[in-house]
């Protein structure tokens, strides 16, 4: 048994044909949180045979000095195993949970908030006193990418793209890069395209695209929920058009898992660690902006 990696637990569910479903815990070893999910759901479809499984919770269990491992599991491999019970379930295509966007995931505990409260939809504010517009808009793990790379468009031109890497990560301070989008050669949406992994999944990571010296911004943080701030208000409500064109409904509430819910960030198994995303950045042409502490407010900050 692997001794030197972390040990997850992961509820994970998905259809295994056109009519059920099939849900059940994994327990997975991994250099890291998004190594060991990838390590259970590759088990997930190859031995249980859930099409497109997802996880819905986690926890992490090396760290917990009173955990005892369930008696009854199967051991599919090395790294995972599964049980001691699954729950087949029928498929109901008007009720479905919402599936997080890849970085960050529901811890097992109970937060103050019930997790079927958390509904695609978009939130539109005014601030009176300095006359700003944001909006801040939540997509599952289907719309999330595609949302965020379409936004871009309703924005261009944008002049800078800033990388902020969040010091959750490894404990370390939070570090500012930026890059002047001429200097991308193929574009910032192709290079966000090509980056995706490591940078717009990377559940410590945040992406800012810059309009106007900053008096404009469209953000992906690393809660994964995507934010816009302007002072046009002219640009504010082409936005909310263009945003409600792609589906989004507006809402007075908006609930997600970056307040009231305890959680984790992660980054995906093909990711770059963070010394060689700052190789990567470098290399890029990124300039190194500033760093500094954070108050740290998460629950659980995965550290790897």
Known sequence: MPTKNQYWYFLIGG???????????FYAYGEHCGEALANALNAATEELG???????????????????????????????LSGPTNYSYPLDSSENDFIPPTGIIKATEEGKFDYELIKEGFLALHSQEDNSFELELIAGKEKLL????QSLKFISPIDRLEINIKGHW?????EL??????ELSAGIESFLLDNTTSLLQNGFIECTAVVDSGSTKLTLNEHKKVCFQTEDEKLFI?????????GFEQTTELCSLEYGFYHWHYRPTQSLDAPELRIFLLDT????????????????????
């Open 238 to 246: 082409n936005f909310g058009e263009a945003i409600m064109a792609l």
């Open 177 to 182: 890069w930026a890059i002047n989008v001429s």
């Open 285 to 304: 042409g990124f300039n190194f902006v500033e760093s500094w502490e954070d108050e740290l407010d998460e629950i659980y900050p995965e550290t790897e």
């Open 170 to 174: 490894h404990n370390q301070k939070s």
């Open 146 to 149: 595609d949302t965020f790379i």
């Open 50 to 80: 859930i099409i497109k499984p997802e996880a819905t919770e986690a926890a992490r269990l090396d760290i917990l000095s009173d955990f005892e491992e369930p008696e009854g599991l199967t051991r599919f491999n090395e790294w995972v």
């Open 15 to 25: 259809p295994t044909d056109d009519i059920n479903g099939l849900v059940t815990n």
